[in-house]
């Protein structure tokens, strides 16, 4: 599900783009990301409090079921009813939702320790593997077919089988069965949503993560955006491509890109992960600093493959994909740092609002603010395409802080790392001390003062 939420997310990128659209088709394709967006931060806390609280293996049902349907049902709506992908769309991030929030928790509650490490990183690895393959279906198939429609078809058959699979085989465990703490957990009162969200809070391993996290999907969410068209501008100043005025440009930029997100996404969540496995068993605070690590080495990688550009086309690339292998090193680790602080009741809940934030201070802004940092440093400059692609350079080089801000993040998740993984191991087996009381709620009183 991994793979086909972000090939699904891609290939609408790309599809939007597309030469055979009408232009009522075409408005509704390229508007309805932010309202996919929207639907999903709407719906991601509803799933994680459901998550929490209910069969995770029924939601999760639902929500593949939800997001298939809409899909495969907004590839056959007239041109006349244009305004129903956004309702479809938004659809789609509902079903989405569901997936995004309760996955990981149902992982965590299948493996602990090294295995859970392995599984996450098996997981993950499909995000940049979907997110690359996504510009590869977007063009191939409507291309192959000569009707845009079938690029949105393709997706509802491979969900088809994900959910066959999801019934058939994978359980619905206790919340911390993998911690030995199903009793303890199931036993306990169950507190509200609004305690839930104030632990969390007060968690900082928790909310320093979530913000590094953010800064991750502010990059991410700009790159998968603007990097095609940054790379085919490129490669019209070094005179290898004639220059494009207007949509949609038919270049390789797509399918370079989608393969460099792909390779350096496989060999960098695997190599973060196992770096990540293997280093905390020397020090506990290995995740946070593996984290911090990959970040801040790619913040400088990102700002060379921008300058580099005009002068150096391969340097660029070169810096390009090291930048995407340090981010990828990230994902499953932050996942693993979220399941060991968080009480298994409210990862749900965390997971909820970590993609919430992300989102909301993350790639579902990125884009836009590069575009409104790109126009108003060319509204300055002489009209030509070569400003118009050195104001589009010049917008990018804020991701490079935003990224060095992020491993910052992770340094801060560090100081706290080991007291939240031992408050949160504490609450599950029941040994509570004072602190633990008024920290996580619902397990038992606070102390009286004598």
Known sequence: MAFLFWAYWTLLLRTCRHPLLGWELHAALCVSPPVFISFLLLSAPVFGYLG???????????????????????????PRYSWLFFLSRGLVGTGTASYSTIAPTVLGD????????????????????????????????????????????IMPCLEAVALILLIMLVPDPPRGAAEKQGVATTGDPRSSWCEDVRYLWRNWSFVW?????????????????????????????????????REPCNSQDSLIFG????????????LGAETSRR?????????????????????????????LAPTTLLASYVFLALGELLLSCNWAVVADILLSVVVPRCRGTAEALQITVGHIL?????????????????????????????????SFLCCAFVIALG?????????????DQAQAQKSGTGILESENQRLIPGRGAPPKDP
Not at 135 to 151: D, I
Not at 374 to 380: D, E, I, K, Y
């Open 52 to 78: 929490d609280r209910h069969s995770r293996k029924a939601t999760l049902s639902f929500g593949i079921l939800l997001w298939s349907g809409a899909g495969l049902s907004s590839s056959f709506i007239s």
């Open 110 to 153: 299948l493996f602990v320790r090294d295995q859970r490490t392995r599984v996450l990183a098996i997981f993950y690895i499909f995000i940049p593997v979907g997110s690359g393959l996504g510009y590869v279906l977007g063009s191939a198939v409507a291309e192959l077919t000569g009707n845009w429609r079938w690029a949105l078809r």
């Open 209 to 245: 993560s979530t913000l590094g996290v953010t800064a991750m999907a502010f990059v991410t969410g700009a790159l998968g955006f603007w990097a095609p068209k940054f790379l085919f501008e490129a490669r019209v100043v070094h005179g290898l491509l004639l220059p494009c005025f």
């Open 259 to 270: 393969a460099l997100t792909v390779v350096t996404g496989i060999i960098g969540v695997i």
């Open 279 to 307: 280093y905390k068993k020397v020090n506990p605070q290995a995740e946070p600093l593996i984290c911090a690590a990959s970040l801040l080495a790619a913040a400088p990688c990102l700002y060379l493959a921008l300058i």
């Open 362 to 394: 993350g790639d579902a802004g990125s884009p836009y603010l590069m575009g409104l940092i790109s126009s108003a440093l060319q509204a300055g400059r002489p009209d030509t395409y070569l400003q118009r692609f050195l104001s589009l350079q010049q």
């Open 407 to 419: 491993g910052g993040c992770f340094l801060l998740t560090a100081l706290y790392l080991e007291r």
